[in-house]
């Protein structure tokens, strides 16, 4: 079994930035290829990808709304991944969630695991 625990969120004034951490644990962790990425939620609304990044970090895949604004990275020494929101919108305001899964190229499509979610707040 994986944990997920993501933290960092707050609030952040518009244009500002942010950086989302998500620490990964658990027995099975290592033993495991896994992707890992990153969803949100507003309320109201549907919940969706953001963006994702390979095991070895070599690809990386983002929502069209955060190209060029937000970066994922991971240190896999760590076991950590990470979210960094530049230039951030009001728009961007949502429950964040880190997701593990097996393959960048399925995981906006199928997740095998999640965080309990982190509250970004952007205020305008």
């Known amino acids: 079994q994986v944990q997920l625990r993501d933290s960092g969120g707050g609030l952040v004034q518009t244009g500002g930035s942010l950086r989302l951490s998500c620490a990964a644990s658990g027995r099975s962790f290592n033993n495991y290829v896994l992707a890992l990425g990153w969803f949100r939620q507003a309320p109201g609304w549907e919940r969706e990808f953001v963006a994702a990044?390979?095991?070895?970090?070599?690809?990386?895949d983002y929502a069209d709304s955060v190209k060029g604004r937000f970066n994922i990275s991971r240190d896999n020494a760590k076991n950590t991944g990470y979210l960094q929101m530049n230039s951030v919108k009001p728009e961007d305001t949502a429950v964040y969630y880190c997701?593990?899964?097996?393959?960048?190229?399925?995981?906006?499509?199928?997740?095998?695991?999640w965080g309990q979610g982190t509250q970004v707040t952007v205020s305008s």
């Open positions: 997701v593990a899964g097996s393959n960048i190229a399925t995981i906006s499509q199928s997740q095998d695991y």
């Open positions: 990044i390979s095991w070895g970090g070599g690809r990386t």
